[in-house]
């Protein structure tokens, strides 16, 4: 991506110019006429990385003393979520009845219910343990996701309530395997 970007970029600048020869007005020129198809988030993409391509020349290779980049401004985008990227109520109630009806365990009733309220990540679940999870307060902890921040997620009663029979279940199996008696 990041290489297709810069053939971009040197397809416009021609191929023989060289480096020190790139001044911001040239720049500033081209950001101008990027592509009308490209939306706001793959323009400012672009914009970084041309800004990380010159700052590598001057920070890293000392070839140049200052960025022709340097006052390129790339716009934060706002991201939201599409209605129609989430999952639907209705999915969501079909997903969750063939988990009750086709013989899934606690344990995968509890990932969807989990999954729909805590939205987490795969590395969030990869770290997840037992002592993240409040069921009491019902709020999940993730201690070291995107960007190694911690943050906590809520859950709703469905999911509370179906964590808390696979806990069950998940402790009557260590029970049952350890022969401690019940009684």
């Known amino acids: 991506y990041y ?4 053939k971009v970029f040197k397809g ?15 720049i500033r020129i081209h950001m101008q006429h990027l592509p009308n198809t490209w939306g706001q988030s793959t ?12 700052n590598f020349w001057v920070k890293d290779m000392f070839v140049l003393s200052e960025s022709p980049a ?18 639907s109520d209705e999915d969501l109630d079909t997903l969750v009845g063939f988990t009750k009806w086709h013989g899934t365990t606690p344990r995968e009733l509890a990932f969807v219910w989990f999954c729909a309220d805590a939205a987490p990540r795969a590395k969030d679940l990869s770290l997840l343990q037992w002592r993240d999870v409040d069921l009491n307060k019902m709020v999940v902890t993730f201690r070291e996701g995107k960007g190694d921040k911690e943050r906590r997620a809520a859950l709703g009663e469905e999911a509370a309530k179906a964590l808390r029979v696979w806990r069950e279940f998940v402790d009557l199996k260590r029970m049952k395997k350890k022969r401690v008696p019940i009684t």
């Open 43 to 54: 323009q400012g993409k672009y914009k970084t990385n041309i800004k990380t391509f010159f």
């Open 3 to 6: 290489q297709r970007q810069l």
């Open 12 to 26: 416009y600048m021609g191929p023989e110019r060289d480096l020190g020869h790139i001044n911001p007005a040239d």
């Open 70 to 87: 340097k006052g390129i401004k790339v716009p934060r985008i706002k991201k939201t979520i599409n209605q129609y990227d989430a999952i």
